[in-house]
C-alpha cells in the first residue's frame, strides 16, 4: 500500500518524517509532497491527484489559521471528488501545526531541553491547544528561538503520539488509520 500525503507547506512535511514511522505499519510506502501554502496546495491538487493512477490513498492536510474548519473541509473534499477521490481523507490542523506540538509540552521540554515545562501541560490553554488562535507565537513565547522547520524536525522526535491532547492531533491520526483501512 502507498500513501500520499498532501501537505500545505515545508514544516508539516518535516514534523510527518519524524511521526509517520511511529504510526505507520511495516511496508507501508508513504510519499509527503509539499506546497508553498494553501493556493498552492488547492490548486495543484486536482492535477496531482489525477496524475496518481495506481492504487493508492490520499491524505490532505493543511491548517485551519483564521478560516471555518467546515469550510475548508468541504472545500478541500469537493476538489478531491470531482478529482475522481472520492476516498481521500481530509485532516484540518486547528488552528495551526504549533497547536499539535503544544499538546505535547514533554516533547517540547526534551526538544529545547527547556526543564518543567511539561508541567504547564495542565494549564487549561495546553490542555486544549486547538482552541488556541495563536499557537505559533505561544509557542514562541515558550521556545523564543523557534522556527517552524527546524522546530518541526526537532520536536517531532521527541513527540509521543498516545500523549498528545491535541484533539485535531488525534483526529489527524484516525485519518491515518482510516486510510490504511
Known amino acids: 500500500m502507498e500513501l500520499y500525503f498532501m501537505l500545505e507547506e515545508p514544516s ?3 514534523l510527518l518524517k519524524m511521526i509517520l514511522p511511529k504510526v505507520l505499519p511495516e511496508g507501508v510506502q508513504y510519499h509527503l509532497i509539499k506546497h508553498e501554502g494553501k493556493q498552492d496546495l488547492e490548486k495543484s491538487l486536482p492535477r496531482k491527484l489525477r496524475a496518481i493512477t495506481h492504487d493508492a490513498r490520499f491524505i490532505v492536510v493543511r491548517d485551519q489559521d483564521s478560516a471555518d474548519c467546515y469550510e475548508i473541509k468541504k472545500r478541500l473534499c469537493d476538489i478531491c471528488s470531482f478529482s475522481g477521490r472520492t476516498d481521500t481523507v481530509v485532516r484540518i490542523a486547528c488552528h495551526e501545526m504549533e497547536s499539535w506540538f503544544l499538546g505535547d509540552l514533554q516533547a517540547v521540554e526534551k526538544a529545547y531541553n527547556i526543564s518543567g515545562l511539561s508541567r504547564r501541560q495542565q494549564q487549561r490553554k495546553y490542555r486544549n491547544p486547538d482552541g ?3 499557537a ?3 509557542l514562541k513565547k515558550l521556545v523564543p528561538g523557534y522556527q517552524k522547520i527546524s522546530g518541526a524536525r526537532t520536536i517531532g522526535q ?6 498528545n491532547c491535541s484533539a485535531s492531533f488525534r483526529v489527524f491520526l484516525e485519518g491515518v488509520y482510516k486510510a490504511l483501512g
Open 158 to 163: 521527541h513527540m509521543d503520539i498516545n500523549r
Open 136 to 138: 505559533a507565537q505561544e
Open 132 to 134: 488556541l488562535n495563536n
Open 12 to 14: 508539516m512535511k518535516e
